[in-house]
């Protein structure tokens, strides 16, 4: 009996052994973010953004985002869907005669792998280049296929609310 145990021991501790021995399973490492490189691309996205807002292309606008994305604007329930939120962009497009446009900046900009976060901000400029309104926005990106595409965004304004 005792013998047995010993050869259990030994057996035991063997495996032990080689168990210390194999190789760890492996762990993804997190790929390093070009930090500067991210920033030029999240800003030409923008740029983008606005380009198509003021050409009134809501196709375009809605290509920033992925097909399941949410976005959140003032005064409204969120847009779930880049269908949905591309709904929501044409119909502001629609009833907008201002000639008013958008320009946006990132302000600060946070990623970790394949998710991106941009703080940023907006500026309406009337058609005589006067600003009508400003504020931030805030945006999560998530890359695929090599692409950022926006899954979630948030805007507020700066401008005090008028009153009704």
Known sequence: MKSQNLILAFFGMCAIIIASCTQPQSVSTPVAVDMDQLKTEIQAMEDGFAAAEKMKDADAVAAYYAEDAVSYHRAQDPSVGRNAIRDRIASRMAK??????NMYKVVDLFADGDLAVEIGSWTEVKPDSTENDKGFYLSVFKKKDGKYSCIRD??????PEEKK
Do not use: A, I, R
Request: aromatic residues 0%; proline residues 0%.
């Open 96 to 101: 907008d005669s201002s000639g008013n446009h």
């Open 154 to 159: 948030m805007s507020v304004s700066t401008k």
